[in-house]
């Protein structure tokens, strides 16, 4: 468990970083919390000729809250994140799905923007970034641009950057008002990556019917997954436990085959996302209520 | 001639001391300041001159005939100094001794792997990132052969053998019975039969496996320093393996980060000794890294079939006990694992008195790791077999657990109580426990609670087990699987210094279980001193007194018999010295409250420190012909051990602690998942040395039998491939999975052991995972369903509760 000999760079400047990913292009690897790369690099799985460690890199570090949103640099800590009162206060959800990231001492290393771009279709704030439309800020040698949560995650471990592309900060949307929310998985331990997840943001009508509905499975495909047909089903119709069943069903039904590990059977990981849909939908319409 | 040795104190009223300090109370561990700062040097710390760094290339297959190996690349990688492969281990060494005996090999894999993880060839090398360079350069040429993964198919004809020269996989084939076991189910109202299986699981101590080891040609001696469980142990068996004369191998154990049986580390200590050969005598340290640890070190024990069966008359009564094992040793019995098919007839039946038992053991060996020791030994699968088959059988008859079990309790005034398989039971009162524990847990509020809450939809479970913890292990607890000798020695040496300060010399490492305080309170209250005033150090293999170390839930009753009878043999070497200074005959004279005097004369006494100072510095004074050393070895055996008949039957663990485990939990039938609500244990160990110590092991035992119960699994696919190879797939329970527990103490003494202590140090791994999976089954009850198997995994459940939902 020893990696095999990688040259180490610690760019000052983000200009710097691009310009090291373009000369060793396809061979270089960015280095941001390491949580998954370094024991990548341990078990020799993942042999880059250079790490490129954004850790001396200014300005990428940092929480803002307003009223649109919270907006995070890619290295900051995702313990920042969870502990910042801004996020406690304003966005709950988001403070919640941090707490189920690992353990602490993960969250102390672990930087926000290192588990979007690393993109593992288990964790939470890919899932959180799907859920709430969140956008990313991505500097590369053809300059900056911004890519919404819709179009980022590709596939398994795969996202939307170029391979000298550089994810700068992250985005969350604000709940809409009248919205209530809730993330719900299911692990073998607490901290482990999910078997299955669901986030769930529900909106309600003064009548009490659903007005909206935001449905995102997570630990059930390559990516991220957003039960399109089983929101459609739920808007218009009664916030009542009938309705969170078929949307439930209709969200599990439609997700292709799982993954089958030794943990958990596909069939199994679809059951679960059946429950887990309706459980949330359930819970965040009782905060809906209460909005 | 000398006269018959005085008996040990068998309680702390015995001591020459009014009023003891420390014994029996949770006083704070002399070994945790210098682990809690960081300071205690444990093996990767050590840093030898020249030392060199081992790495091990390990077989991607299951079962492989090695066709070739060229090492010639890795030996011009600059930073290599030497390259060892199985040609040199048979040059050099030979195969390892196991048990049963015929089923071992040399530490690298010579003509064929028989195992993914086995050793193939291994570097030493400057620093371990450039052996491990190194490995990538070896090429190997592997044909593979058919692998077999499971036992039962490794018994069909055809199966691919592990050994082709053993004709078959079977290592061992026996049939054990005790009393009339036809007759018992002959007689039988009621038959409780049912298939159980255990999956592989096994130790995982914070700290792998570490060693340094250094062969000096010229002198003929090989030297290793490591993180050895029992370091005598490893160094005789290096003796056989090297055709060494056993003084002429040393071993140092160094403090060590836990073992729980899973050290091992016998292949390591060979391929540095190997390598440093090679090496012209440098060095070699190698560190086991996780992922060795889980595909090749000692980390897989207990993968077992069980086919058992309880006959009981109509009031509840059990009559007989049967147990088919069908035990999956893996690819050799290098590891020691047999011993746990063994161990199992020091406490076959329980806390029951049944009389009459049979049991038909089958191990055999497959293409996965050799099995080794884990805490417990093997009663932990046996006791959930037959505390499962006691809740059927209570079902079946519509009695409650609790009372099942009170009607088959062997009675407080049967002991000394020897079981149908053999072993004596000392003393113990097993339906006071069950009463603590029924008490503290209120049983009839949690019955009510439990029936509430299903009219709401909700499963909740009530567990409830009685087991025995045999404790003092014995060599002759493992004759049936071909393991020699009756007795197991623990020396310790005992010495006053010129400054009045006292040092226990013992041959074994910190392990973390609070020995050395044990032993520091012993000697603390012998002499009436602070406990400041102990010193506890560790010597090699050839300079401690005859040893083991820990193992068996032993150490604690044999340190305190060691430190006792050495502390006694010096007594009677000072109340010579004095009685030549009183002028007065020696039975007159005894040690009390610290002071050597005359008896019944508190004014004609000196502090015990003035005679040893007087036996050091002031020869003038001392009478003709004593000793004049302050100094005393003892070496403690249990008494009245008694080897194995042909059934298996012996006096072998001397104590019998027992306790009672109440356990509440949930099932979420919607997502298959269990919660450990509450949990509850009443243990009796008989004396307790340090409270705190038996704590701190009640709960550690109770944390790897969550384990058991609901994560712990070594998966292998049907090829032998292992698909648990790092800790995201094994998974060890966490501060967050581990209830903590609400615990009572209750006090039976042993009437054999010095203080009447028990071995303490399995009983909650014992009793856990039974506990736990009787609470889930009894959760089940509603649903009509059985859960037989372990880890109780929730997709295991999920696939149970889809059946009842069908």
Redesign the interface.
């Known amino acids: 468990?020893?990696?095999?000999?990688f040259d180490y760079a610690t760019p000052a400047s983000l200009a710097e970083a691009t310009d090291l990913l373009v000369r060793h292009a396809g061979d270089a690897k960015v280095l941001s919390g390491g949580q998954s790369l370094v024991p990548l690099l341990n078990?020799?799985l993942a042999r880059p000729a250079l790490l490129v460690d954004l850790a001396r890199i200014a300005d990428l570090d940092g929480v803002r809250a307003d009223a649109d949103g919270v907006a995070i640099g890619a290295m900051t800590r995702q313990r920042t994140v969870e502990l910042s009162s801004e996020v406690r206060a304003r966005h709950p959800l988001l403070h919640a799905g941090l707490q189920l990231i690992a353990h602490p001492q993960n969250r102390n290393q672990g930087t926000v923007g290192g588990s979007l771009a690393h993109a593992d279709p288990a964790a939470e704030l890919p899932a959180l970034a799907l859920a709430l439309d969140a956008t990313f800020d991505a500097v590369g040698p053809g300059g900056t641009r911004r890519i919404a949560a819709a179009d980022f995650f590709l596939t398994y471990l795969t996202t939307a950057l170029e391979a000298a592309e550089i994810l700068t900060a992250v985005r969350f949307p604000m709940l809409p008002a009248r919205t209530g929310w809730s993330i719900q998985e299911?692990a073998?331990?607490?901290?482990?990556?999910a078997?299955a997840g669901v986030v769930a943001i529900v909106g309600l009508a003064p009548a009490g019917a659903i007005a909206s509905a935001r449905l995102v499975l997570f630990g059930v495909g390559a990516t991220p997954i957003r039960a399109a047909a089983a929101e459609a089903l739920l808007v218009g119709g009664p916030a009542d436990a009938a309705s969170f069943g078929r949307a439930g069903a209709r969200a599990a039904g439609d997700l292709e085959e799982p993954l089958t590990?030794?943990?958990?059977?596909a069939d199994?990981r679809r059951?679960?996302a059946r429950?887990?849909v309706g459980r949330a939908l359930a819970e965040a319409a009782t905060r809906a209520r209460g909005a | 001639m000398t006269a018959p040795e005085k008996r040990l104190p068998g309680s702390v009223a015995e001591l020459p001391n009014s009023a003891p300090r420390y014994v029996g109370r949770p006083i704070d561990r002399v070994e945790d300041p210098a682990l809690l700062t960081g300071r205690t040097q444990f093996i990767d710390d050590v840093v030898l001159p020249r030392m060199l760094h081992c790495a091990i290339l390990r077989s991607p297959h299951a079962h492989a005939r090695i066709a070739s190996i060229d090492t010639r690349e890795a030996e011009k990688l600059p930073g290599v100094v030497a390259v060892v492969t199985g040609e040199d281990a048979k040059r050099w060494s030979n195969p390892v001794m196991t048990v049963p005996p015929g089923w071992g090999t040399h530490c690298l894999a010579t003509e064929k792997a028989r195992f993914v993880g086995e050793p193939v060839a291994a570097v030493a090398a400057a620093s371990r990132y450039v052996a491990e360079d190194a490995l990538e350069l070896i090429a190997v040429e592997y044909e593979p052969l058919p692998a077999v993964a499971d036992a039962r198919k490794a018994l069909e004809l055809g199966s691919p053998l592990v050994f082709e020269e053993n004709g078959d996989n079977v290592m061992l084939r026996k049939l054990f019975t005790w009393g009339d076991i036809d007759g018992a189910f002959a007689g039988a109202v009621h038959v409780v039969q049912r298939e159980f299986r255990w999956n592989r699981l096994g130790a995982n101590p914070l700290e792998t496996f570490g060693v340094v080891s250094q062969w000096d040609e010229l002198a003929g001696t090989l030297t290793c320093r490591g993180s050895f469980q029992a370091q005598h142990h490893f160094a005789m068996a290096r003796a056989m393996v090297f055709n060494l004369p056993l003084n002429r191998v040393r071993f140092i154990s160094h403090p060590h980060g836990g073992s729980f049986g899973g050290k091992g580390g016998a292949r390591g200590t060979d391929i540095t000794a190997l390598l440093s050969r090679k090496a012209g005598g440098r060095p070699v340290k190698w560190i086991e890294d996780r992922m060795e640890y889980l595909a090749g070190g000692a980390s897989q024990a207990w993968d077992r079939h069980y086919d058992a069966a309880l006959a009981l008359d109509a009031g509840g009564k059990v009559l007989g006990f049967r147990v088919r094992l069908l035990d999956d040793l893996g690819a050799t019995a290098e590891g020691w694992g047999a011993v746990s098919a063994a161990k199992p007839l020091t406490s076959f039946t329980g806390c029951y008195a049944i009389a009459a038992a049979q049991y038909d053991l089958t191990i055999v060996a497959t293409n996965k790791l050799p099995g080794s020791p884990y805490r417990g030994m093997g009663p932990p699968p046996h006791n959930w077999v037959l505390e499962q088959l006691m809740d059927l059988a209570a079902r079946e008859l519509a009695l409650d657990p609790a009372e099942i079990r009170r009607r088959n309790f062997i009675a407080p005034d049967a002991f000394p109580y020897t079981i149908a398989s053999g072993n004596e039971y000392d003393s113990g009162d097993y339906a006071a426990a069950l009463d603590a524990a029924l008490a503290m847990g209120d049983y009839p509020a949690l019955r009510a609670e439990q029936a509430r809450l299903r009219a709401e939809g909700r499963y909740l479970g009530i567990g409830l087990v009685n087991t025995i913890e045999p404790g003092v292990f014995d060599w002759n607890a493992y004759a049936i699987v071909g393991q020699p000798g009756t007795g197991v020695p623990e020396g310790a040496t005992v010495g006053i210094d010129l400054f009045g300060k006292l040092t226990i010399k013992v041959g074994f490492a910190l392990e973390g279980q609070g020995q050395y305080t044990v032993a520091a309170q012993v000697l603390a209250d012998w002499f009436t001193v602070d406990i400041a005033d102990v010193r506890v150090i560790a010597l090699d293999t050839l300079s401690a007194p005859p040893h083991f170390g820990p193992g068996g839930s032993r150490l604690g009753v044999a340190l305190t018999g060691a430190v006792l009878g050495a502390a006694q043999r010096l007594t009677e070497k000072l109340v010579a010295v004095a009685a030549g200074l009183f002028r007065t005959p020696p039975e007159h004279v005894e040690l009390r409250d610290g002071r050597i005097g005359v008896k019944g004369r508190p004014e004609a006494s000196m502090p015990f420190q003035e005679v040893a100072q007087t036996m050091l510095a002031r020869s003038d004074l001392l009478p003709p012909g004593v000793d004049p050393n302050p100094e005393a070895t003892y070496v403690w055996t249990a008494p009245g051990r008694t080897p194995a008949d042909d059934q298996g039957r012996a006096k072998s663990y001397l104590t019998a602690a027992n306790a009672c485990h109440l356990v509440l939990v949930e099932i979420d039938v919607e997502t298959a998942q269990v919660h450990i609500k509450k949990y509850w244990i009443a243990d009796d160990c008989g004396t307790r040395l340090n409270p705190a110590n038996v704590e701190g092991q009640t709960q550690g035992g109770v944390a790897q039998g969550v384990g058991a119960a609901l994560l712990e699994e070594a998966v292998y696919d049907e090829d032998g491939q292992l698909r648990t190879s790092t800790f995201m797939d094994y998974l060890l329970p966490t501060i967050y999975e581990v209830p903590m527990t609400e615990k009572r103490a209750l006090c039976t003494p042993s009437p054999f052991t010095p203080l009447g202590a028990k071995g303490c140090g399995e009983g909650a791994m014992h009793t856990t995972p039974g506990a736990i999976l009787c609470a889930i089954n009894d959760a089940l009850v509603p649903l009509g369903l059985e859960l037989r198997e372990v880890p109780a995994s929730p997709q295991r459940l999920w696939t149970l509760l889809r059946q009842a939902k069908r």
């Open positions: 468990m020893k990696p095999p000999v078990m020799r299911v073998r331990r607490h901290g482990d990556f078997l590990d030794v943990h958990a059977s199994y059951d679960l429950v887990l």
